[in-house]
């Protein structure tokens, strides 16, 4: 019959256990191959964006060379732009000896925030020499206003030599 006896839990060993583990899920997600994702859906590449205000109308400008404007979808819900797609390759690399290669093909997911008063009904897209341009309307009350500073005006300025 085995001898069952009395261990002592030592809390101190616990807490570095869970920190071992807590540093090993931060050490392996900072080292994880570009364009994987923690959900497990590989994407391949980012496009880049800008987003800016212009003429009324909030303005998202996203990088796409080399992808039909077919293989791209654009979703607004919850305050968010969502664009994703997919580059598809045009030659087979089998094929080919390649030396070196930059092009990046697959798919890609980009989700940017939009200001609150974003006339979401009213969205436009428009896709030239690669860049894909949405232009999202705003709600006048989302515009940015100048506010005038009382007192500016009534102070005389001293100059100096007085």
């Given at each position: 019959m085995a001898q069952m006896g009395i261990t002592r839990r030592d809390p101190f060993w616990q807490d570095m256990l869970d920190f071992r583990n807590s540093f090993d899920n931060i050490f392996s997600r900072f080292f994880q191959p570009l364009g994987a994702s923690e959900t497990g859906r590989d994407v391949?590449?980012?496009p880049a964006i800008e987003c800016y205000v212009k003429d009324r109308n909030y303005h998202v400008r996203?990088?796409?060379?080399g992808v039909d404007p077919k293989d791209v979808n654009l979703q607004v819900h919850n305050g968010q732009l969502t664009i994703s797609g997919e580059r598809k390759e045009s030659q087979k690399t089998e094929d080919n000896n390649y030396f070196y290669q930059e092009f990046h093909?697959?798919?890609f997911q980009r989700t940017i925030p939009l200001p609150e008063g974003v006339k979401a009904d009213q969205v436009e897209a428009d896709y030239k020499n690669g860049v894909l341009e949405v232009k999202l309307p705003l709600a006048e009350a989302a515009l940015p206003r100048r506010i005038p500073i009382k007192g500016a005006e009534e102070r005389p300025s001293k100059s100096l030599a007085a």
């Open positions: 391949s590449w980012m996203v990088g796409l060379p093909y697959g798919g």
